[in-house]
């Protein structure tokens, strides 16, 4: 019914930048919280950061001042703005948002996930 596609992951030097998308598309009402989270081997699947339909922010401590999260809603589209990247935030990033989707069910969905490696 929904489908959420991910692109921009990769590999970048430390302090360098990379600009994640996720799209969704399918049979949308409303998408309400957006998001990104990410998971690294070992690690349990962590917040980055939230963004509301109203464009209410959210961020994990650890991106703080790095990383922006934006939307066009328009296009059904969150972004995550990564600049500064460091070593430790190599893992697999994927969005999440929770979508009314037509004719009416309020669902979560998560995206396929994409890699992003930060290594010299």
């Known amino acids: 019914q929904v489908q959420f596609v991910e692109s921009g992951g990769g590999l970048v030097q430390p302090g360098g930048s990379l600009r994640l998308s996720c799209a969704a598309s399918g049979s949308i009402g409303s998408i309400y919280t957006m998001g990104w989270y990410r998971q690294a081997p070992g690690n349990k699947r962590e917040l980055v950061a939230t963004i509301t339909s109203g464009g209410s922010t959210n961020y994990a401590d650890s991106v703080k001042g790095r990383f922006t999260i934006s939307r066009d809603n328009a296009k059904n589209t969150v972004y995550l703005q990564m600049n500064s990247l460091k070593p430790e935030d190599t893992a697999v990033y994927y969005c999440?948002?929770?979508?009314?989707?037509?004719?009416?069910?309020?669902?979560?969905?998560w995206g396929q996930g994409t890699q992003v490696t930060v290594s010299s």
């Open positions: 999440n948002a929770d979508v009314r989707v037509i004719p009416g069910t309020l669902k979560n969905y």
